[in-house]
C-alpha cells in the first residue's frame, strides 16, 4: 500500500509533515486499544491501517474523546479527495403474477423489481476508501400499453416521463467497504399483459397483444443533493428519460 504523506495536528505538538504514516494508539468506548494509523475520516467514520497493513472502518462515536478529537483534527487537516467509484450489475425479478379474464380480454398482472449489486471502487488518492453518508437513487421506467381494467389504478403511483412511465425510489448505502459488493432491491413496478381471449378479434381482424414493457433502470449516487456517480441501464428511451425525484423517505441497504 502506497505511505501517505499527511499534515496533522496533534494537541500538544506543532504541525508537522509527515514523510512515512503515523502510528498511534487508539482507544474505544470498552477500553480496548489498536495501534493505527488513520488513512480516512467522515464526520461519522474513520478508516484506520494497522501496522500488518489491515484496514479497519468504524463509527468515530466508538473511540474515546480524545481520539475523536484526534481524528476531527485530522479531518480537518486533510479534507478529503474522493473520487467516487463504483461497478453496478443488474438483474430484475418477477415478484408476484396473476391472471384473470375481463370480458374479451385475457389480463395478466405482474410486479417486477430489479436487484442491483454496487461495489465501491472509490479513491482518496492511491488508496481505496470505505464510502459512507451516500444514498443510492433509481427510477424504473416502463411503456403502458395494456388495456387492463385494474391499469390506471396500478399506475398511479407512477410519474409520467414523455411516452414512460417511471417508478421512483432510493435506499440508504450505509458504510460501504472497499471492493466489497452489497444487494439493493428496488421497489416494484406493476408489468400488465393484455390480449384478446379466444374467438375473439378486433376490428381490423388482429389479435395483438398489447403488453407493458419495462424499459430500464436509472441509477444515481449522491452524496446530499450532489449526484457523485450515475449510471443509465435499458433501452435508449429510459436513458432518454427525464429524472424524477424520489419523494418517500429511503430504504435500507442490504
Known amino acids: 500500500m502506497a505511505v501517505i504523506a499527511a499534515s496533522l495536528i496533534v494537541p500538544g505538538l506543532s504541525t508537522t509533515c509527515l514523510e512515512a504514516e503515523e502510528f498511534r494508539e487508539f482507544t474505544n468506548t470498552s477500553g480496548k486499544t489498536i495501534k493505527a494509523t ?109 388495456r387492463g381494467g385494474e391499469s390506471r389504478y396500478l399506475n398511479e403511483s407512477l410519474v409520467s416521463s414523455g411516452t414512460l412511465l417511471i417508478k421512483a425510489g432510493s435506499a440508504k448505502l450505509g458504510a460501504m467497504e472497499y471492493l466489497r459488493p452489497i444487494s439493493i432491491e428496488t421497489e416494484t413496478i406493476p408489468i400488465t399483459n393484455s390480449e384478446l381471449a379466444p374467438g375473439w378479434y378486433y376490428a381490423d381482424g388482429t389479435k395483438d397483444e398489447q403488453n407493458d414493457e419495462l424499459e430500464g433502470i436509472w441509477v444515481q449516487i449522491v452524496e446530499g443533493d450532489t449526484v457523485v456517480f450515475e449510471k443509465k441501464l435499458g433501452s435508449k428511451a429510459a436513458a432518454d428519460a427525464k429524472w424524477v425525484s424520489p419523494t418517500k423517505g429511503p430504504a435500507k441497504a442490504n
Open 38 to 146: 488513520v488513512i480516512s475520516a467522515t464526520a461519522t467514520d474513520v478508516t484506520l491501517k494497522t501496522e500488518d497493513g489491515r484496514q479497519l472502518t468504524g463509527g468515530v462515536s466508538f473511540f474515546s474523546e480524545s481520539d475523536r478529537q484526534f481524528i476531527e483534527t485530522w479531518r480537518k487537516a486533510n479534507p478529503a479527495k474522493i473520487a467516487y467509484d463504483f461497478e453496478i450489475t443488474l438483474s430484475r425479478e418477477r415478484a408476484e403474477r396473476r391472471k384473470t379474464t375481463e370480458g374479451t380480454k385475457i389480463i395478466v398482472y405482474e410486479s417486477w423489481k430489479y436487484g442491483l449489486k454496487v461495489e465501491n471502487k472509490s479513491k482518496n488518492g492511491s488508496v481505496g476508501i470505505t464510502a459512507s453518508g451516500l444514498e443510492l437513487r433509481y427510477n424504473m421506467a416502463k411503456t403502458a400499453k395494456a
